[in-house]
């Protein structure tokens, strides 16, 4: 296909083209082949007045008829910079034009002028680029609009396309980011309580950590749980401690994180709560309530529960491990003191630990583990 | 088989039967979910398992459902999308018949794993056409009559189709135009703008 460069030379070197035919050796022969292969093309005269505007750039402005006025007063130049004449104009040919219509809608459009041979003035091919969609909307043009050899209409079935296919991924995307957060759900939810696992808490633990804000941290032990699991089963157990799970999220509040971390064991993370006293008031309405005998079957339940807290304040650095150790080590010391109570850490623990030496806080929990079985025979 | 097919067949049974429906052939076809993803890839058994238990659903034969199909892709309003694409390929029903040659590389430029039977026309006159549909499983010619169907009267074409079935792995129809511009047809506008 001829294009316009190609069409301005041929005029140019009109006599060693001759054997060929058809060179257009007028502006109305350009013009009419321009109008077939550029139908958004303008010719200038030498004065920089439109003469000749191809159906399409004409179809942009349909109630504005632009043969007769200057280039200059319709488009604004936006590169290259300061042309303001048509001489000025002139020396730009060959180069990519910025343009933009003066009055709205301000369509920026692309543009290559080349001059008309003997100062005849020039012709200039005018395209959408990158505002083609825009163009097309605005101006409601159709595929006869556009030549045969344009690829407008395929860039417009591809920007459709790509954006039919970019949606239907997106909605895998989303459904998928569904499933991920319901399975991270399940990660950190311990099933049978309904209650935050063992690292939802950690978790939890860091963030508030991290956050630098204050916070308390309870550890709670079920007492003569094993019995009632020894005694009523596996089902029983499981009742007991759904119930617990229930009354501990009743008596804490909703930015609270009641986590079930082992068989019997509990951790409450109380955000932005520091108050002895208020903790205190928490842990005897737990206990309290658990307390009350539970049936199952034609049996009752009867348990009770020790809890032992550490304050984020009573330390420079809190640290996880640490403050899990201590407030074990004042579980232990409420069990100690008879069961059914609640303790707050303080450093004397550490020398009295368990059975008067000193427990260290890595092994604290093993011990744990074992501690209930002796103290129950002391105590049936 | 790619998601977008198999997803068709699931859209279909639900846009023109019922979600319910649908749900009972995915049961009854055992593929293990509820729904097909557009984006990702299917074992082929499945599509062919999905496609046998809507046919036995609806007690249509294979041919006739995926005609169905056809039709149904270009002219329901939730697929409006692929009936837009399709009237990129040509400003009148004859340009869009010669577009069709392309379709399979004009549908990979969009989706580089879907794979299209390959398409080609012959002009047998200024009026009749005949279609070849190659593909490694048979029917997509037939889910072509349903789409041609359509297309022509989104265009406004008074055709002529007949399905001719497989010869030596080769699908054809024939085409013949009776009028080109026989009704007004659905418009189409480049810029996306609501149609009609």
Same mark, same amino acid.
């Given at each position: ?380 | ?115 299209? $039977?390959?398409? *080609?026309?012959? @002009? ?10 190659? +593909?490694?499983? %048979? /029917? &997509? ?23 001719? $079935?497989?010869? *030596?792995?080769? @699908? ?10 026989? +009704?007004?047809? %659905? /418009? &189409? ?8």
């Amino acid at each position: 296909m001829p294009k316009v460069g190609d069409l301005i030379w041929g005029a140019r070197g009109m006599n060693d083209m001759k054997p060929m035919g058809a060179v257009p050796h007028d502006l109305a022969e350009l013009g009419r082949l321009m109008d077939a292969f550029c139908p958004m093309h303008v010719m200038l005269d030498a004065a920089g007045q439109m003469v000749h505007v191809g159906a399409t750039l004409q179809k942009l402005r349909p109630d504005a008829p632009m043969v007769g006025k200057t280039f200059l007063e319709v488009f604004e130049l936006r590169r290259p910079q300061g042309v303001s004449s048509m001489s000025e104009l002139m020396r730009s040919a060959g180069v990519k034009l910025h343009l933009r219509f003066y009055d709205t809608p301000e369509t920026a459009l692309k543009g290559v002028l080349a001059p008309l041979e003997g100062g005849r003035g020039a012709v200039l091919n005018i395209g959408f680029g990158i505002s083609l969609i825009e163009g097309v909307r605005d101006y409601a043009l159709v595929s006869s609009d556009f030549a045969a050899t344009d690829l407008a209409i395929e860039m417009l079935y591809l920007v459709e396309a790509k954006s039919a296919a970019m949606e239907a991924s997106r909605k895998l995307n989303l459904r998928l980011q569904g499933a991920m957060i319901a399975a991270e759900e399940q990660a950190y939810t311990d099933t049978l309580t309904g209650l935050k696992n063992r690292r939802a808490m950690d978790h939890v633990l860091t963030r508030l950590i991290e956050r630098k804000r204050g916070f308390a941290l309870m550890q709670i032990d079920l007492d003569f749980f094993k019995a009632v699991n020894d005694t009523l089963g596996h089902a029983a157990g499981d009742h007991v401690l759904q119930n617990v799970a229930r009354f501990m999220v009743e008596e804490t509040r909703d930015e609270d994180t009641v986590a079930r971390v082992g068989g019997d064991e509990f951790v409450i993370l109380f955000d932005g709560l520091t108050d002895r006293e208020a903790l205190s008031r928490v842990a005897a309405r737990i206990i309290e309530r658990l307390e009350v005998p539970m049936p199952f079957g034609e049996h009752f339940c009867r348990i009770s529960a020790s809890c032992g807290t550490v304050l984020s304040q009573s330390y420079g650095q809190p640290d996880a491990g640490v403050m899990l150790a201590d407030a074990d080590m004042a579980l232990y010391a409420s069990k100690k003191a008879g069961r059914a109570q609640h303790s707050f850490f303080s450093e004397a623990m550490r020398d009295v630990g368990g059975d008067g030496g000193p427990i260290p806080a890595a092994i604290a929990p093993k011990h744990k583990g074992a501690r209930p079985r002796e103290e129950r025979r002391g105590e049936e | 088989m790619h998601g977008l097919i198999n997803r068709t067949i699931q859209s279909f049974v639900r846009d023109t039967r019922s979600e319910a429906l649908w749900l009972e052939i995915a049961k009854a076809a055992e593929l293990g979910f509820d729904d097909f993803e557009a984006m990702l890839s299917y074992d082929p058994a499945l599509t062919k398992r999905a496609l046998g238990a809507v046919a036995c659903k609806l007690g249509l034969p294979q041919d006739a459902l995926l005609e169905d199909m056809g039709t149904y892709l270009v002219s329901h309003k939730n697929t409006e999308a692929v009936r837009r694409l399709l009237r990129f390929g040509g400003v009148d029903f004859v340009e869009f018949l010669h577009s069709l040659d392309d379709l399979p590389d004009r549908a990979r430029l969009a989706v580089d794993d879907l794979i299209l $039977p390959q398409l *080609e026309l012959r @002009e047998r006159s200024a009026e009749r056409f005949t279609l070849q549909v190659s +593909a490694r499983q %048979r /029917g &997509f010619g037939a889910v072509m009559m349903g789409v041609l169907r359509a297309m022509a009267d989104d265009y406004g074409a008074l055709v002529l189709l007949e399905y001719v $079935p497989e010869a *030596e792995g080769v @699908e054809s129809i024939d085409i013949q135009l009776i009028e080109a511009a026989f +009704a007004e047809g %659905r /418009g &189409f506008d480049l810029g996306g703008a609501r149609d009609e």
